[in-house]
Each structure stands twice: as structure tokens, then as C-alpha cells.
């Protein structure tokens, strides 16, 4: 072992009390950082978790229609005030080649097509406005894990099928196996339909009036969604809303979630497309996590100061304690430089034991509250996040502090005169 | 009583094993204190000195020069042929870890070790790990000094006879030419004073190591080679007592 932490280790011991009592305010210190870290991060996580869990964190649509101006054959502005167009389901154009360009972006995870619109679900004299979602379902699930929402039935969208949220299940008195038909708005198919295509109209406006078969039921745990979200195969819903061939909108899931909105600009410029993260959708969210991050912070903070002062405070009185013991191993020949390492020493010892110690009250203090409060269903009401990385920063967090704050009593120890601490024997 | 000639001769040739010239040191700001007053001194190695004085006479200001705890305002000191006086901070431990031993009235161990562990302290502050011949050789200076049994007791819970006797091995280790005791047996018995004194006299003479030990005690002064008076913060006179 060598000298100085060999030195270090027994003064520490021989006094105990001393060394106990600052160990256990570095304990209560780091248990706090600890306990308070992992449960903000446990909320945050969780908030975020419940708001992606059901929603892709980058939507890529077409840019909105702008009405155009009217030009005389000389580019003299006619009319210049144009009533501004109803925005309309589109398709992305070559969205394929979009959807490529997407995913050789770094950092993209996954990506999938949707045709995404509004509709009404009618099933006898009850009538719900739905938005109908077209998806496919093996990239979609890379992204939203609906097969784990589901409480009834399965995810089937083969053919004409459907899966309906637990409210709407409700509100229109349905169960799997029955049916239910979509219809877009109340006066027919509100989709373009283009000129001279009558066969294809035709076509398409019997598929917007159709009968599906409720395949699954899910909740998602939002009331709102459950009673508004209905899922077909994308292919029924470009048939719906006459997209065939085509999608409204890709989703896309990001490696780094807090990455979304740089990733959505970056997508947006290479793509000419509109990418919009769920951060600038969720932006109170967001500012409701950063304020809760920085009050966190703050408390930290103040935390790591009060156990940096202890340290400091009790190296600086065994500084005194010990002036003639310093002044004897300088004189047997222990240099300035190893009389502040041992101080040194000290306060890293402190920081690292008393880590130790504040990362079990923390792991006990987080496992007690989640055990404590739960919901109904036996999920934590508060989550709790504890993890490797949070202990290893907390840790070093304290021996950092420790070696700071023995700093002061360190430098006074080695600069003591050993003639001055021999008078003084 | 005999005064010591300057000529007197040397073990180690014509080269003094500590060589003070007109070493003055004056403390203080506005109010000056002459502690030692332009102190020439010669030591030869293995010699085995007194040095005594009145209370504030200056003997244990002289005592940290020559142990290099502290440093001259004005003078030349040497120690085994090199200029100390001005050496940097790094030099100077250097120097006073393998040169100098000391023994303090009060014998200061380190409380928190063990007598084997005190003994070998300034070798593992040179060395900056323990090893088996560092382990070695403080043993063998306990057992030396007849403490072999006491080797793993903690430093207080020896006698004070006891624990001045770690405190002359620790002195010892380093094999240092140079021993300075300051009232190495102020603190004892008579018994225990006696046992002490001794012990520093055999070392001196089978291992011709040299000391210098500071006393108030004439009787003891009178043991020694030569007897160095110092007052004022003069070497008031240098002397060889009657055998």
C-alpha cells in the first residue's frame, strides 16, 4: 500500500467518531443525490415514456398547401387576396425515396409509412369521429409497440380489419369479431377525386363507406386516444382516403430522443418535407422536464456544497489535531508533497466510502418509496430509475468533492513549518 | 575539565561531518529576536556531544539548524562536505531523512502505529511502500533496543521508557551518520533515563554514529565527549570532560 494513503487510512481510523459522523453526512448527501436523481429521472422517464409510447418521435409530412397567386400573362399579381385551402390528406411525393433518404440519417432507428385521416365510425344509430391510421404493421411496431396495448383479440389487419381503442369499443357497443364501418365525413368522400377517372371514383368511394371486422381492442392508457384511434392496414387506408401507393406521413423513431428536434430540422432540410419531433409537439412537457431537471440541479448542488464544507471542516480541525504529528514526519523525512497527498488521500477515502454508503441509502430510500406508492394495477406510482451510470457519477461526484474540499487543510498541512510544529511539541 | 582545540582530530579525515560558521538567526518583525548569535561549531563523525545551556539560551534553535528544520539568517552551514544552508525545500528532507535522526524529550511517536511501524516510518516515507527488508530492518532495531516482544503493540501502549526506545531505533533506521536528541531522557525515570542513555552510547560506539543531545542534566553532559555551552546564543565554551 502506499505510504501516504497507508498514513491516510490510519488516521482516518484513529478517529473514528469523527471519521463515522462525516461518513454519515457524505452518506446522507450522496443518498439524496442519489434517491433524488433516480426518481426525477424515474418521472421523467416515465412521462416520456407514456407520451412516445404511443407516438412516433419524428413526423415527416408534406408541406401545407399555400393558396397561389393569380398572374396576368405580363407576372402582374390580379388577385392578390386568395382564400387560403381546407388542408386535405395528402400523400408525400415518391415518399419511398423520402422514407430512404430518412433512414441513411444517423441516428434514425426505424421508419415506417402512414396514412393518417380523419373519419367517423358508425355501427348502427351511434356515430364517433375517429382518426383512421393506416400502418404497416411490422416497421409500425418498430416504432409504437401497439401489440402490447392490446387487451383484446390481436393485431390483425389483414384485409379488411380494424383494431379500435377500449373507448370507442365502448361508446359504439363493440367487441372483437364485429363490425364497424368508416366513412369519411358526413356527405361522402372529401378526398380530390381527379378528372376523367370515373372508374377509379367509383372504386374509391365504395371504399370510403366500408364495413371492417374490429380485429383487437387496445388501450393506450388515454382516454382521449382510446376513443379516437382506429388502425387498418396501410393499403385499406390509401384506399380509404384514395392515396393509393401513397403515405401522409412517415414516423420515425430516433436513437437519442432529446436528439429529435436537431434530427427533424436536419431530416426537414434533406427531405424539403415538414419533420416536426414530438419536442417541439410536447414543448410543455419539455419545459415541464428541464424546469424539474434544473430544480434538481439546484438541490444537488447545495447538497454536494454542504458535504464538500463537512469534509473541509473536519480535515481542517485534524490539520490542528495533528500539527505535531505533521511537524515529526517531516522531520523523519516525509516531504511536502506526501503530507498534502495524505490529506488529500483523506478527503478521497471520505468521498469514496461515504459514496458507498450514500448509494445504498439512495438504492434502499428509491426501493422503499416505489414499493410504497403504487397504482392500482401494482405499478410504482412513482418510478423509480436506478442505474449503474447514476452511481458511478454520484461516486464520483463525492471523491471529487472529497479531494476538493481536503484541498484548503491539505496545503496548510504541508506548508507547516516542521520547527514551528517542534516548538509547539 | 579541558577547553577542545579547533584541531582536534577528525574520523573521516580533515572533512567535518557538520561544519558551522557564524550561523546567526534572528526572529521576528519590528522586534527582533537574536536567537543565535554567529555560532561556529565543528562536529566529527561518530563523536558524541552535549549541549547544554539555561532556558532560552538558544540550544534548541541550534538543535533545528543542524537538523535542518530550520534555516540560519546569516552564516554557512555544511553537512558532510555540502552547503545546506540555502538547499530547496525537496534537497533539504532529502537530506535530513538520510543524514539526521532525532529523538525528542517527549519521544512523539505517531499514536495511530504500531512500534514496528513508527520505526520504519521514515523509510517508508523515502521508499513509498512497505517491503520485507524495510520490515527487517526496523525488527532488528527493536530487538536491539530491546523492544523485539513490543513490535506489534500500538505506540501508546508502551512505557515511556518504551516508547523512547522506538524512538531511538526510528532515529536509527535510515543509518543516519547524525543523531540529535533533544532532553532524550527529560521526560523518564532515572532508571529509565539511565536505560536510554545508554543505549545511545553503545549505538554510538559500536555503530560510530554521532550525537548531539541536548540536557539540562550535568551529570548526564559529564557522560558525553564533549560538552558544548552555549548561551546567549553563543557557544559560551566547548569542552572535553574528565574521563
Not at chain 1, 300 to 305: A, E, K, N, S
Not at chain 2, 231 to 241: A, N
Given at each position: ?7 491516510a ?6 478517529g ?23 426518481l ?5 422517464q ?39 385551402p ?10 419511398q ?24 365510425a358508425?355501427r ?32 390483425e ?9 377500449v373507448?370507442l369499443a365502448?361508446?359504439?357497443g ?6 364497424v364501418?368508416?366513412r ?5 368522400d372529401?378526398r380530390s ?6 372508374a377509379?371514383?367509383r ?10 371486422t ?9 382516454a ?36 429529435a428536434?436537431?434530427?427533424a430540422?436536419?431530416?426537414?432540410a434533406?427531405t424539403?418535407?415538414v ?5 417541439a409537439?410536447n414543448?410543455q412537457?419539455?419545459?415541464g422536464l428541464?424546469s ?24 481542517a ?32 477515502i ?8 450514500g ?26 430509475t ?12 463525492a ?10 487543510p ?7 513549518d ?8 | ?7 582536534a ?7 567535518p ?6 550561523v ?14 554567529g555560532?561556529?561549531l ?17 540550544k534548541?534553535?541550534?538543535?533545528n ?9 546569516a ?17 533539504t ?23 514496528l ?12 511502500r ?14 536491539e533496543?530491546?523492544?523485539?516482544d513490543?513490535?506489534?503493540?500500538p505506540?501508546?501502549d508502551?512505557s ?10 526510528r532515529?536509527?533506521v ?13 521526560n523518564?525515570d532515572s532508571?529509565?533515563?539511565?536505560q ?13 554514529t554521532?550525537?548531539?543531545?541536548v ?15 552555549v ?11 574528565p574521563?
Open positions: 500500500m502506499p505510504f501516504e494513503l497507508f498514513v487510512l490510519r488516521y482516518l481510523r484513529e473514528r467518531t469523527q471519521t463515522l459522523l462525516i461518513l454519515a453526512g457524505i452518506g446522507v448527501g450522496v443518498g439524496v443525490i442519489v434517491f433524488l436523481s433516480a426525477i429521472g424515474g418521472l421523467q416515465s412521462l416520456v415514456t407514456r407520451t412516445l409510447g404511443t407516438q412516433a418521435q419524428i413526423v415527416v409530412q408534406p408541406r401545407e398547401e399555400v393558396p397561389r397567386m393569380l398572374h396576368e400573362d405580363d407576372g402582374v399579381i390580379r388577385e392578390a387576396r386568395v382564400e387560403r381546407a388542408q386535405r390528406v395528402r400523400s408525400i411525393t415518391q415518399w425515396r423520402a422514407r430512404a433518404e430518412i433512414d441513411r440519417q444517423p441516428g434514425v432507428v426505424a421508419t415506417s409509412p402512414m396514412v393518417s385521416g380523419a373519419a367517423i358508425v348502427g344509430g351511434g356515430a364517433n369521429a375517429v382518426v383512421v391510421q393506416g400502418i404497416e404493421p411490422e416497421s409500425y411496431l418498430r416504432i409504437v409497440p401497439l401489440d402490447s396495448f392490446i387487451v383484446d383479440g390481436g393485431l389487419l389483414d384485409g379488411r380489419k380494424a383494431i379500435i381503442g373507448g365502448h361508446d359504439l363493440l367487441s372483437v369479431g364485429d363490425r364501418r368508416l369519411l365525413g358526413t356527405s361522402g372529401t377525386v381527379r378528372a376523367g377517372e370515373p377509379r371514383e372504386a374509391s368511394t365504395e371504399a370510403t363507406s366500408a364495413a371492417y374490429v380485429s383487437g381492442i387496445f388501450d393506450v392508457g388515454n382521449d386516444l382510446n376513443e379516437r384511434w382506429v388502425f387498418t392496414s396501410l393499403r385499406v387506408a390509401q384506399a380509404l382516403f384514395g392515396l393509393e401507393g401513397g403515405a401522409s406521413t412517415i414516423e420515425v423513431k430516433v436513437a437519442e430522443i432529446y436528439e428536434e436537431t434530427m430540422r436536419e431530416i426537414g434533406r424539403g418535407l419533420a416536426e419531433s414530438w419536442m409537439t414543448e412537457l419539455l419545459t428541464r424539474q431537471s434544473a430544480s434538481s440541479v439546484m438541490i444537488q448542488v447545495f447538497v454536494i456544497l454542504a458535504v464538500a464544507l463537512g469534509i473541509s471542516s473536519v480535515l480541525v485534524s490539520v490542528v489535531q495533528k500539527s505535531r504529528e505533521i511537524g515529526i514526519l517531516r522531520a523523519t523525512g516525509t516531504s511536502t508533497r506526501q503530507v498534502l497527498r495524505i490529506f488529500l488521500a483523506q478527503g478521497a471520505l468521498g469514496l466510502i461515504g459514496s458507498a454508503v448509494i445504498g441509502l439512495g438504492i434502499a430510500l428509491g426501493l422503499g418509496f416505489q414499493g410504497v406508492a403504487t397504482n392500482p394495477d401494482g405499478s410504482p406510482s412513482f418510478p423509480v436506478l442505474d449503474s451510470a447514476l452511481y458511478l457519477r454520484s461516486a464520483a461526484i471523491v471529487g468533492v472529497g479531494i476538493a474540499a481536503a484541498l484548503i491539505a496545503r496548510r498541512a504541508a506548508r507547516m516542521p520547527a514551528d510544529a517542534m516548538r509547539s511539541i | 575539565m579541558t577547553a577542545r582545540s579547533d584541531a582530530p577528525s574520523t573521516n579525515g580533515d572533512q561531518l557538520l561544519l558551522l560558521e557564524g546567526t538567526k534572528v526572529y521576528g518583525g519590528r522586534v527582533k529576536t537574536h536567537a543565535l548569535r555560532i561556529d565543528r562536529l566529527d563523525a561518530g563523536e558524541f556531544i552535549a549541549l547544554t545551556g539555561p532556558s532560552g539560551s538558544g534548541s534553535t541550534l538543535l539548524m543542524i537538523g535542518l528544520l530550520d534555516r540560519p539568517t552564516g554557512r552551514m555544511r553537512f558532510q562536505g555540502r552547503d545546506v544552508a540555502e538547499l530547496d525545500e525537496a534537497s528532507t532529502a537530506t535530513r531523512a538520510r543524514g539526521i535522526g532525532f529523538v525528542f524529550q517527549f519521544h512523539h511517536l505517531l499514536p495511530a502505529f504500531t512500534a511501524e513508527n520505526v520504519m516510518m521514515p523509510l517508508l516515507a523515502e521508499r513509498g512497505a517491503d520485507d527488508e524495510m520490515r527487517q530492518r526496523a525488527s532488528n532495531l527493536l530487538e533496543v530491546g523492544l523485539a513490543r513490535a506489534t503493540y505506540a501508546t508502551l515511556g521508557g518504551q516508547q523512547q526506545r522506538v524512538a531511538v531505533a532515529a536509527l535510515m543509518h543516519p551518520p547524525l543523531v540529535l536528541a533533544d532532553e532524550p531522557t527529560g523518564l532508571e529509565s533515563g539511565n536510554v542513555f545508554r543505549l545511545l552510547r553503545s549505538i554510538n560506539e559500536r555503530h560510530g554521532a550525537f548531539v543531545i540536557t539540562h542534566d550535568e551529570r548526564l553532559a559529564m557522560r558525553c565527549d564533549r560538552v558544548v555551552h548561551v546567549d546564543g553563543r557557544v559560551d565554551s566547548d569542552t572535553i570532560p574521563a
